[in-house]
């Protein structure tokens, strides 16, 4: 099995990781107190998901999986996507 | 020796299938915090200053911390360093115990105030401020109960690594644990902003 397992990623890449984690929930505990409407919480969501996108592919090693893996995360973002649109095309349209 | 038939990968994929459940799970409720909010967009504003900011900031950076440990752990195994990745599970254990500890301390505050699901004092305060805080002790709750969950999964990998069943050839079970604790540290990275920061 051993074409199958993943070179060690450094300690060096986590940890920066992490910095950047933290930074980025900074940024969002920052922007949260300005008042700008509709757009704080696009900016909250915006932020969520690029730190989501950091979690994923570095700490849980999404980046060195093979093809499956990530044709696996994009059919469940689709169904998610479809779950989330079908629902508020019903609630905003009532 | 004996044959013994080993799919690391197909483990793997395993975790990750389980671990899209558990996003449709939580998406499912983050669907009604969205659909409340477009509903009473004023009321979960209010709501939501009632919740401790810091509190929320404190275990979102626990958290994160945590994820690193356990990521770390991970590499630490694949180089075969097991003293090196029992302090980073005891770390990461030790963590998720601290954010445990710290939702105690933030509820007990807030069912102080008298606010909790079915309350006289949430009543009064309308259908908007009850629903944010039907959800939230729900969402949360649910989220608490996976820190609970992982934490526990994380001690008997750290037992059985110290037992030499978990090593540096044979690591799945650390690999899947940690894919576990980083799936709960994603569902917090998005239930902190829409709970504690609307303004």
């Given at each position: 099995m051993s074409e199958h397992t993943h070179e060690p990623v450094p300690y060096r890449t986590f940890i920066l990781i992490w910095v950047a984690l933290l930074i980025l929930t900074g940024i969002t505990i920052a922007v949260s107190r300005v008042h700008l409407g509709a757009l704080n919480i696009w900016?909250?969501?915006?932020?969520?998901?690029?730190?989501?996108?950091?979690?994923?592919?570095v700490f849980m090693h999404l980046r060195q999986e093979s093809k499956l893996f990530k044709i696996g995360l994009l059919v469940m973002l689709s169904i998610l996507a479809i779950f989330i649109g079908f629902t508020f095309f019903d609630v905003l349209y009532r | 020796m004996s044959i013994e038939h080993r799919d690391d990968t197909g483990?793997?994929?395993?975790?990750?299938?389980?671990?899209?459940?558990?996003?449709?799970?939580?998406?499912?409720?983050?669907?009604?915090?969205?659909?409340?909010?477009?509903?009473?967009?004023?009321?979960?504003?209010?709501?939501?200053?009632?919740?401790?900011?810091?509190?929320g900031s404190i275990n979102t950076i626990v958290l994160l911390t945590s994820s690193l440990t356990i990521a770390?752990?991970?590499t630490a195994i694949q180089r075969g360093r097991i003293r090196q990745t029992l302090i980073l599970c005891g770390v990461t254990?030790?963590?998720?115990?601290?954010?445990?500890?710290?939702?105690?301390?933030?509820?007990?505050?807030?069912?102080?105030?008298?606010?909790?699901?079915?309350?006289?004092?949430l009543a009064e305060m309308g259908p908007g401020v009850t629903n944010f805080f039907n959800l939230y002790y729900f969402t949360a709750g649910l989220h608490g109960l996976h820190v609970f969950i992982?934490?526990?999964?994380?001690?008997?990998?750290?037992?059985?690594?110290?037992?030499?069943?978990?090593?540096?050839?044979?690591?799945?079970?650390?690999?899947?644990?940690?894919l576990y604790w980083h799936l709960v540290d994603l569902v917090w990275i998005f239930l902190f902003p829409l709970y504690y920061l609307i303004l």
């Open positions: 900016i909250a969501l915006g932020v969520a998901s690029i730190k989501s996108s950091l979690v994923i592919f | 483990a793997r994929f395993g975790m990750w299938l389980f671990l899209y459940t558990e996003v449709i799970l939580f998406s499912g409720l983050f669907i009604l915090y969205a659909m409340a909010l477009s509903k009473f967009p004023q009321q979960f504003a209010e709501a939501s200053h009632k919740l401790n900011i810091y509190f770390l752990a991970v254990v030790a963590l998720a115990l601290l954010f445990l500890v710290n939702k105690y301390f933030e509820w007990s505050e807030e069912i102080g105030h008298g606010i909790y699901p079915g309350s006289e004092h992982g934490a526990t999964l994380i001690s008997i990998v750290a037992v059985l690594t110290a037992k030499g069943k978990v090593t540096s050839d044979r690591y799945t079970l650390l690999e899947n644990s940690a």
